[in-house]
């Protein structure tokens, strides 16, 4: 069941807390958050997150189709690549 | 580099009776192992044309050059299939193949080595170059971005990197 809309998306404090600093102090900087459980919000497109995964923080650059996702998604907790030799990469 | 084998699939066993193979495919698309046909054993010995016949529990079944009866196909299993890595195809400006970055030196923007990539992941957002630090097992993620990789340089085999700070540990 979704959470309900009057709600309003679930942040962690500390996360928008150092969102915020991150963005007034302008350093090229990932922060590095616990909160896998936070939703993505449109002020943090740009920013770089350091997500932890339970053993380390993996870089997450926020982007705008990202937005209402948790970081959690993008930090996965478990080892599997798979194959892919034709497999391309895109700086953005 | 352009004649580097980057192998693309192995040989699982037969399928039927009728000389058809099983095939086990590392491409992203499955299906695309057959436009890089001919595939070519480890020591280049043998030429492999290949048709997809269909799909199995583990993998494809193909119908290959040289392999006729169950037999032959039988005697193929293990065998890994390769293909020149100058048959793939020209990416735009600023996309590479994961192949290529694997392996080329990384320099931070004052020239000083940071490392080299050791692999490239995707977890949903930004590609990550995942860097092995010298005179040391452990690794760093970085994004595969302009900001953070200014530079890819494949001829030369190196990147220039301008690291946000907290990805190198000396950073923090």
């Not at chain 1, 870089?59 to 497999?87: A, N």
């Not at chain 2, 997809?52 to 392999?67: C, E, V, W």
């Not at chain 2, 340089?153 to 950073?171: M, N, S, T, Y």
Request: aromatic share 8%.
């Amino acid at each position: 069941m979704p959470r309900s809309v009057w709600k309003g998306p679930f942040v962690d404090a500390y996360v928008l807390k150092k969102a915020e600093a991150a963005r007034e102090s302008g350093r090229n900087e990932v922060i590095k958050i616990w909160s896998r459980r936070s939703t993505i919000l449109p002020q943090f497109v740009g920013l770089t997150f350091g997500v932890y995964n339970g053993q380390k923080h993996i870089p997450v650059l926020v982007s705008e189709d990202m937005i209402g996702q948790k970081f959690g998604e993008y930090s996965p907790t478990r080892t599997y690549y798979g194959h892919g030799v034709d497999k391309k990469a895109k700086r953005k | 580099m352009s004649d580097d084998l980057l192998c693309v699939g192995t040989i699982a066993g037969a399928f039927g009776v009728r000389g058809e193979v099983r095939l086990k495919s590392f491409t992203s698309d499955p299906y695309a192992i057959a436009d890089l046909a001919p595939l070519v054993s480890e020591d280049r010995g043998q030429e492999f044309d290949v048709v997809i016949t269909g799909q199995t529990k583990n993998g494809l079944t193909a119908r290959m050059s040289g392999i006729v009866s169950k037999e032959e196909a039988d005697a193929k299993k293990g065998t890994q299939l390769f293909v020149p890595r100058s048959r793939l195809p020209d990416l735009p400006d600023d996309e590479y193949y994961y192949s290529d970055l694997e392996g080329l030196e990384v320099f931070d923007t004052g020239g000083a080595p940071l490392g080299h990539v050791k692999s490239v992941h995707n977890h949903g957002a930004s590609d990550l170059l995942e860097i092995k630090l010298p005179n040391s097992n452990a690794t760093v993620l970085l994004p595969f971005t302009n900001a953070a990789v200014p530079t890819v340089d494949l001829k030369l085999g190196r990147i220039v990197a301008d690291p946000p700070l907290g990805i190198f540990p000396e950073q923090e």
